[in-house]
């Protein structure tokens, strides 16, 4: 099929999930472009655990070897009390004999950027929030309007922005004048955890000597009933209009609650305090873990065509 008949993908947001659709959007030679309501990328989040569900997807849209010289190969995880014994390992080394992948931690901003550089940086748009999206009768487009009066059209629209996707808002607001939501789509999304992410600056290899080791290190410390150890942290609703407000300012309080939480390694006196003070205070966030699975995902393209 030649591009020009090929359909134009609008996709709102440019998370690693509006990046990755991208990136397999470019290889159909499909055009597209997305939408980001940031202005600059910023390398937020700390590590994400990539095993064999998630690799054979990376094999087809990055350089692979790129992925294993980023990230570092986990075997298992240890976790320790709060007096810095060791408490017992789950081990992870079967994964690769049962499917031949190694599970692979990597920092989620090197994953980013990863995907960042396979799109054209002239399709990926800045600064661009989307406030409204619809359909346009007169020439069966979709369309998007941006908050700087921006108006842009295309056969199909993505909503890849994240859990409190405006575009999933809009769709279920001209849903339900249309009497179609489903009650369970108008719930609230639950979350039980509510984590701090964020990256220390490089670390001096003689005071943390694990990390000359090649396969990571991925230590945890078990709480002794303390607020952010239970799940105490489910009270805490979250009532902002957008999750990027919880930055570094709603981050500060909880690094504060939680300094003095004990955590193995260095000279056996080290805290969450010592990893925080290495830590750019505007690369630590504060991030809720929410789980729901929403029934619609689409509506008004395909139903047509039926
Ligand atoms: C700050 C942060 C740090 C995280 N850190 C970790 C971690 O360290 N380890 C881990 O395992 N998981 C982490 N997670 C969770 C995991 O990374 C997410 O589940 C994953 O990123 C979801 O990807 P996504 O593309 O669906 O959404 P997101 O990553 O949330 O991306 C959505 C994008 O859409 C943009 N957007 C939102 N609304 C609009 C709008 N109206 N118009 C235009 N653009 C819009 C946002 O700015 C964002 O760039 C983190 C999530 C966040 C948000």
């Given at each position: 099929m030649e591009t020009a008949k090929k359909p134009k993908v609008l996709i709102v947001g440019a998370g690693l999930g509006g990046l990755a659709l991208g990136i397999l959007l470019e290889r159909a030679q499909i055009p597209f472009e997305i939408f980001e309501r940031t202005s600059t990328i910023k390398p937020l989040g700390s590590a994400l655990s990539i095993g064999p569900n998630l690799i054979p997807f990376l094999e087809q849209i990055i350089p692979i070897e790129d992925f294993f010289s980023a990230s570092k190969p986990m075997t298992d995880v240890r976790s320790f009390n709060e007096q810095r014994q060791f408490v017992f390992s789950s081990d992870f080394s079967p994964i690769e004999e049962l499917t031949g992948y190694k599970q692979h931690i990597i920092a989620r901003p090197v994953l980013y950027h990863l995907l960042l550089r396979q799109i054209p940086a002239y399709k990926l748009h800045l600064n661009k929030r989307v406030l409204d999206i619809g359909e346009n009768d007169k020439d069966d487009k979709a369309f998007l309007r941006t908050s700087d009066n921006g108006y842009y059209e295309g056969d199909i629209l993505i909503g890849a922005?994240?859990?409190?996707?405006a575009v999933r808002q809009r769709l279920y607001e001209s849903l339900k004048q249309k009497g179609q939501i489903l009650k369970t789509d108008l719930g609230d999304l639950p979350f039980k955890c509510t984590c701090l992410v964020g990256q220390t600056d490089v670390l001096d290899v003689e005071e943390f000597p694990q990390l000359k080791e090649p396969i990571c290190q991925f230590w945890s410390t078990l709480g002794e009933d303390k607020p952010f150890s239970s799940k105490a942290a489910e009270g805490e609703r979250f009532r902002g209009m957008?999750?990027?407000?919880?930055g570094p300012i709603a981050a500060q309080s909880m690094c504060d609650d939680t300094r003095g939480f004990p955590i193995p390694g260095?000279?056996?006196?080290?805290?969450m305090g010592d990893l925080y003070d290495r830590?750019?205070?505007?690369?630590i966030s504060k991030v809720m873990l929410e789980e729901k699975v929403f029934e619609t995902w689409h509506y008004g393209r395909r139903d047509k065509e039926q």
């Amino acid at each position: 099929m030649e591009t020009a008949k090929k359909p134009k993908v609008l996709i709102v947001g440019a998370g690693l999930g509006g990046l990755a659709l991208g990136i397999l959007l470019e290889r159909a030679q499909i055009p597209f472009e997305i939408f980001e309501r940031t202005s600059t990328i910023k390398p937020l989040g700390s590590a994400l655990s990539i095993g064999p569900n998630l690799i054979p997807f990376l094999e087809q849209i990055i350089p692979i070897e790129d992925f294993f010289s980023a990230s570092k190969p986990m075997t298992d995880v240890r976790s320790f009390n709060e007096q810095r014994q060791f408490v017992f390992s789950s081990d992870f080394s079967p994964i690769e004999e049962l499917t031949g992948y190694k599970q692979h931690i990597i920092a989620r901003p090197v994953l980013y950027h990863l995907l960042l550089r396979q799109i054209p940086a002239y399709k990926l748009h800045l600064n661009k929030r989307v406030l409204d999206i619809g359909e346009n009768d007169k020439d069966d487009k979709a369309f998007l309007r941006t908050s700087d009066n921006g108006y842009y059209e295309g056969d199909i629209l993505i909503g890849a922005d994240g859990a409190y996707s405006a575009v999933r808002q809009r769709l279920y607001e001209s849903l339900k004048q249309k009497g179609q939501i489903l009650k369970t789509d108008l719930g609230d999304l639950p979350f039980k955890c509510t984590c701090l992410v964020g990256q220390t600056d490089v670390l001096d290899v003689e005071e943390f000597p694990q990390l000359k080791e090649p396969i990571c290190q991925f230590w945890s410390t078990l709480g002794e009933d303390k607020p952010f150890s239970s799940k105490a942290a489910e009270g805490e609703r979250f009532r902002g209009m957008d999750n990027s407000e919880w930055g570094p300012i709603a981050a500060q309080s909880m690094c504060d609650d939680t300094r003095g939480f004990p955590i193995p390694g260095g000279n056996g006196t080290l805290t969450m305090g010592d990893l925080y003070d290495r830590t750019p205070k505007n690369l630590i966030s504060k991030v809720m873990l929410e789980e729901k699975v929403f029934e619609t995902w689409h509506y008004g393209r395909r139903d047509k065509e039926q």
